[in-house]
């Protein structure tokens, strides 16, 4: 999904600067990219319109949950009409095991992005960071309606 978007993203001139990283680690106690993260940034995030983090995308059962959290009314109502745009797309439940959660901490909006199958299991599922967590499991065709409904939601809060 990041490097599709990125590619979708490359003439991109709005208004703000998006950054898209790539955390590694939130399961080590220790989440070294995050703490790094934290480090450079130390004193912006109250500059930070958004933070969205996706986490788990792309599983072949069910939709694509987009889970908003302590987004202003203006980029909920933009998020809630692509989400409903989008067949494959859903509201998702909240959670709070992700990479996310660093900047909800640190009083920045989020969406999480991920698999409705996932978050709905996260405590009983045996997928995630085993043998079975595997391209078979993926339906490109979700990374792509996923990395279009960003792409149209930055668009969208840069105008």
């Not at 003439?11 to 070294?32: C, T």
């Amino acid at each position: 999904v990041l490097l599709l978007l990125a590619e979708m993203l490359r003439d991109y001139r709005g208004s703000h600067r998006v950054e898209l990283v790539a955390f590694n680690g939130e399961d080590y106690y220790a989440v070294p990219g995050q703490m790094k993260y934290i480090e450079e940034n130390y004193g912006k995030f109250g500059d930070m319109l958004l933070n969205i983090n996706i986490d788990g995308a792309g599983y072949y059962r069910g939709p694509s949950a987009f889970s908003l959290f302590s987004l202003p009314p203006d980029i909920e109502e933009k998020a809630r009409r692509i989400i409903e745009k989008y067949t494959g797309l859903e509201e998702g439940i909240q959670w709070p095991q992700g990479d996310h959660s660093i900047f909800l901490q640190s009083g920045v909006p989020a969406i999480a992005v991920s698999s409705e199958w996932f978050i709905n299991n996260i405590e009983t599922q045996e997928i995630t960071h085993t043998p079975k967590d595997n391209t078979e499991i993926t339906d490109c065709g979700k990374l792509i309606e996923i990395a279009s409904a960003l792409h149209e939601l930055i668009n969208d809060l840069s105008k």
